[in-house]
């Protein structure tokens, strides 16, 4: 630590640190004089697992066979807290087991990690308003339990031009921004996420800007950009690769919803146009794509989505993909995230080419979840997926993946 601020470009780095925390403060949304209750401020442009969301959802009661009534004191010092200076956070810990019906040769037919996460938003100025200006921070710490980790399992073991459990990796301490999507509480495949394997994104802790506004009372607007480069392991040096690399993630995305915008995500139509850099050191060439999203509930209890995306060249998995599926939330929408529920999807994927090279078959995916919400704090999630005709595996025509995930949340 004392070499890195002895050298030269330190204190243009800290320069630049202080900048941006400066021009965050001053674009964060201005508040109004009015107070409001909780139920009326607005959740901003972050979906269901967005920081301060994902910690609104953990706060959720919901019906459970089992109440963990000794960590009252504990729920109401965090009240307290948040109530006098502003500050909510929560504590997690996820880990997940995957095994498969058949592997390749010489590889694992199992996997196993998990992920310690601590988050947390404080409200620095306009609180108790409508539109709070806050700052948010999310630490987590990834470990692989297994040789193979849960992340690169089916490509590894299985053949499959896709990935399961996204942020189980081994990438040790770092930092990190749909319905259904949440790789904590929802799909285990990747396919059924935000950009159906077919979006060159950035990497979760990647630094970057976005900004976001409200055309209309049901359409807006989202653009901003992220460093491509970035290692969540080093975030110092992503300062670094941001200013000296240059090489970027580029999104816009415009939409309509049918919805409140504070639930904007549940009934909505958008379009993501996006374009990545080509990134030299990885000798991975620019490209451009775009996802086309549908999500609609039906009743109170179901949610039904459809998603298309494609890509020219760059690094994405898949060049052409759709998913379409749903989930039914026994508690209703108000507990999407937070209660028991069933998910389950279709997938039909073609490789990218430019990526994993030409003449690869097409592929197809399903999968079924159910998440058993055992109590507040404790989330039960078994996952069964059925491979079909995985790209990079020419013996197998079909494999069967089962998982079991554990989230506990306090």
Known sequence: MIERFENPGARGLLCRFFVMVVWALMAAQTAFAQDVSSEERSRGFGGPDATLNRIESDSVSTDTPLKLNFLNSWYEWKDELQEEYGLAFGVEYNTTYLRSSDNQSGTDNDAAGGIFRFSGVWEAFGRGSTHPGHLSFLVERTDEYTDTGPS??????????????????????????????????DFFNYAFSIGVGALDLASDPALGFAGGAWLTENVYTMAGFADENADGTDPLDGFDTFYNDREYFKHFEIGWTGASQEAFYLNNVHLTLWHADER?????????????SFNHTIGDKWLAFVRAGWAEDSGSLLERSVSIGGGYTPGGMATLGSGSQLGFGVNWGRPNDALLGPDLDDQYAT???YRWQ???????????????????NPDDDTLWVFGLRARLAF
Not at 280 to 292: A, F, R, S
Not at 381 to 391: G, V
């Open 374 to 392: 055992v109590a507040e704090e404790i989330a039960i999630t078994p996952s069964a997926q059925l491979l079909i005709d995985p790209a990079l």
């Open 152 to 185: 690169s399992f089916l490509g590894e073991s299985l053949g499959y031009a896709g990935i399961s459990n996204l942020p189980y990796n081994d990438e040790g301490w770092r930092l990190d921004v749909f319905p259904l999507v949440s790789p904590w509480t």
């Open 367 to 369: 999968e079924v979840y």
């Open 280 to 292: 030299d050191e990885l000798g991975v060439e620019d490209g451009w794509g775009g996802v086309l």
